[in-house]
Structure formats: structure tokens, C-alpha cells
T-cell receptor, first 114, second 114 residues
Framework: AQSVTQLDSQVPVFEEAPVELRCNYS??????LFWYVQYPNQGLQLLLK??????LVKSINGFEAEFNKSQTSFHLRKPSVHISDTAEYFCAVREYNAGNMLTFGGGTRLMVKP | KAGVTQTPRYLIKTRGQQVTLSCSPISGHRSVSWYQQTPGQGLQFLFE???????NKGNFPGRFSGRQFSNSRSEMNVSTLELGDSALYLC?????????????FGPGTRLTVT
């Protein structure tokens, strides 16, 4: 069975500073990788995904993540955060042949301070 | 295109009662997945329905059940409610099951069991 570990439960950072949210996964088969963001009292929104091809994937709002197969990691980075990035971020994996079943990490609360 | 809708948004029930939650997927989507989100256990997969058939099931007791109708709308039912069932229940829809298609999440139903 697959598992996902987000190493930091909370990450405080000042506005305009860079940030990295770490995600490691374990799976015996090939997986798709995702980052979702959840704002208070809302559902999950897909931030970015790795399906195949280039290991560096980018979102429209400045986030990027790199798939590292040897280290089984999919860390999320942003070079300069904004107050509006304050939210909870979830890393998730989905096995190729497991339908739409997502396995989530425990989440990382990003707190951007002015 | 309207997003995923979940009803009701908030619900308060008493231990021992049963509850039914509803999810209407995005028009044209045939897959609906359900997740439970709690502070202690995080986001956990409950089940996925595709074309009225259960495709996958998570590790939850038989008190948790679901179904999908011919119009792809889905319901989940929890019988004999326990305090630990208090959670945010999220559903997600996708055009198909598996593959490289994105899942879209609804805002969730917050269930409180007293």
C-alpha cells in the first residue's frame, strides 16, 4: 500500500520569502503525484500535478514541484510567497491502476506573515 | 459549468442516528469519490463510484455505505453514528475513473455528531 509523508505540519514564513513544503511517498507501483490547497471552510483545489514527462511542473500562481523518483519526493516550492498563500497544502498520490483513489499526506499549514 | 455541489453543507446529528449526504458532480462526470477529513486522521478515502458501480473502497466499517444514481449523483450514508464520525466529508468528481483526468472537489459537508 502507498503512503505519503509531509514532513512539516506547519511552516511559518514572512511575506516575499521563499518556501519549500516537503513531501515523500512510498509505493510499490507507479503513481501520479498531486498538490492540493485548502483554504478555510472550503474544499480542495488542485494546485499542480505530475503525470509523466518533465519532472518539474508549475502552477499559474508561481508554485512549482519537482518529481524525484530516486528519492521518492515531490517537494513544493515558491520563490516569493504572498499573504494570500496562507492555507493548508496537501500532497497526494494515486496509483496508476487504482481508479481515482487518492492517498493524502497529513497536510502542511503554510502561515505567511507580513 | 457548475462545480461539484454537496448538500447539506452543515449537519448536526445525535449518536446512534443515521445520516445521508448528497453529492452532485460536474455535468458529464461519471466518477464520484468520497473522503473523510478529520483533525486526527487527516484525509481518508471512503469509496469511489463510477457508472453506478463501486470502483474502490477504503478501510472504513460497514456503517459507511454509498451509491450512485444513473445521473451520476451520489449519496453516502452513515448508520449508527458515533462521535468519531464528526468530520468534513468531501466528494470529488471526474470525467472517468483513473487515467490522467483531474478530480474536482466540492466544498464539503460538515457533520457534527453529539
Amino acid at each position: 500500500a502507498q503512503s505519503v509523508t509531509q514532513l512539516d505540519s506547519q511552516v511559518p514564513v514572512f511575506e516575499e520569502a521563499p518556501v519549500e513544503l516537503r513531501c515523500n511517498y512510498s509505493s510499490s507501483v507507479s503513481v501520479y503525484l498531486f498538490w492540493y490547497v485548502q483554504y478555510p471552510n472550503q474544499g480542495l483545489q488542485l494546485l499542480l500535478k505530475y503525470l509523466s514527462g518533465s519532472t518539474l511542473v508549475k502552477s499559474i500562481n508561481g508554485f512549482e514541484a519537482e518529481f524525484n523518483k530516486s528519492q521518492t519526493s515531490f517537494h513544493l516550492r515558491k520563490p516569493s510567497v504572498h499573504i494570500s498563500d496562507t492555507a493548508e497544502y496537501f500532497c497526494a498520490v494515486r496509483e496508476y491502476n487504482a481508479g481515482n483513489m487518492l492517498t493524502f499526506g497529513g497536510g502542511t499549514r503554510l502561515m505567511v506573515k507580513p | 459549468k457548475a462545480g461539484v455541489t454537496q448538500t447539506p453543507r452543515y449537519l448536526i446529528k445525535t449518536r446512534g442516528q443515521q445520516v445521508t449526504l448528497s453529492c452532485s458532480p460536474i455535468s458529464g462526470h461519471r466518477s464520484v469519490s468520497w473522503y473523510q477529513q478529520t483533525p486526527g486522521q487527516g484525509l481518508q478515502f471512503l469509496f469511489e463510484y463510477f457508472s453506478e458501480t463501486q470502483r474502490n473502497k477504503g478501510n472504513f466499517p460497514g456503517r459507511f455505505s454509498g451509491r450512485q444514481f444513473s445521473n451520476s449523483r451520489s449519496e453516502m450514508n452513515v448508520s449508527t453514528l458515533e462521535l468519531g464520525d464528526s468530520a468534513l466529508y468531501l466528494c470529488a468528481s471526474s470525467s472517468t475513473s483513473g487515467g490522467e483526468y483531474e478530480q474536482y472537489f466540492g466544498p464539503g459537508t460538515r457533520l457534527t455528531v453529539t
